[in-house]
């Protein structure tokens, strides 16, 4: 069974960084795309920031410059660098994958994790 586990979030001020990252375990024969959502309550999920297998990124507009998204294949992590944080990034952030296993290609959610950010 495939699962994506993040860590990182939590509290901080207006101005700080925080690093999320994510791993995947399980059965994985190999991952396309990675990259992470976040959703603030009464929000619609949306996309922060997503990063091919070969290295290619995109960033929502609201955090380029601010944020960068990286991966190691090998060790089927992706981590997302936030600097510059505002109290508009409060949001709980998730891990996505698009993940092959067992021959199948299905995109996989982590639990989330929260970030919170104070003015």
């Known amino acids: 069974q495939v699962q994506l586990v993040e860590s990182g979030g939590g509290l901080v001020q207006a101005g700080g960084s925080l690093r999320l990252s994510c791993v995947g375990s399980?059965?994985?024969?190999?991952?396309?795309?990675m990259g992470w959502y976040r959703q603030a309550p009464g929000k619609q999920r949306e996309l922060v920031a997503k990063?091919?297998?070969?290295?290619?990124?995109t960033y929502a507009d609201s955090v380029k410059g601010r944020f960068t998204i990286s991966r190691d294949n090998v060790k089927r992590t992706v981590s997302l660098q936030m600097n510059s944080l505002k109290p508009g990034d409060t949001a709980h952030y998730y891990c996505?994958?698009?993940?092959?296993?067992?021959?199948?290609?299905?995109?996989?959610w982590g639990q989330g994790t929260q970030v919170t950010v104070s003015s």
């Open positions: 996505n994958g698009e993940i092959w296993s067992s021959g199948w290609l299905r995109a996989y």
């Open positions: 399980g059965i994985i024969e190999s991952i396309d795309d």
């Open positions: 990063i091919s297998s070969s290295g290619m990124t």
